[in-house]
Nanobody, 115 residues
Framework: VQLVESGGGLVQPGGSLRLSCVAS????????MSWYRQVPGKERELVAFITAGGSITNYADSVKGRFTISRDHAKSTVYLQMNALKPEDTAVYYC?????????WGQGTQVTVSS
């Protein structure tokens, strides 16, 4: 199983970024996918979740109305569109899936929101 994130970077408050996570090594269409984020000294927190079929999504209260998770089965890719970014969104963002009693993580991509 491999999850490879990209799309992070430095953005000003109010700006937008789109994160991508390309999945391989498993049947992407069968499993839910999530985005988490972590800042130093804090626990990793769930940001967004999407079911295998893509029909159900869920978000942390702190990002509702600003972030959108989506998936493209043809590309085995899950996205996180982040709009109206705030300095408190600064974190390393991780892609995640769970199956066979295991958690699988990507290497993370840094998002920094600063003027």
């Amino acid at each position: 199983v491999q999850l490879v994130e990209s799309g992070g970077g430095l953005v000003q408050p109010g700006g937008s970024l789109r994160l991508s996570c390309v999945a391989s090594g498993f049947t992407f269409t069968m499993y839910a996918m999530s985005w988490y984020r972590q800042v130093p000294g804090k626990e990793r927190e769930l940001v967004a979740f999407i079911t295998a079929g893509g029909s159900i999504t869920n978000y942390a209260d702190s990002v509702k109305g600003r972030f959108t998770i989506s998936r493209d089965h043809a590309k085995s890719t899950v996205y996180l569109q982040m709009n109206a970014l705030k300095p408190e969104d600064t974190a390393v963002y991780y892609c995640n899936t769970k199956f066979s009693r295991n958690d699988y993580w990507g290497q993370g991509t840094q998002v920094t929101v600063s003027s």
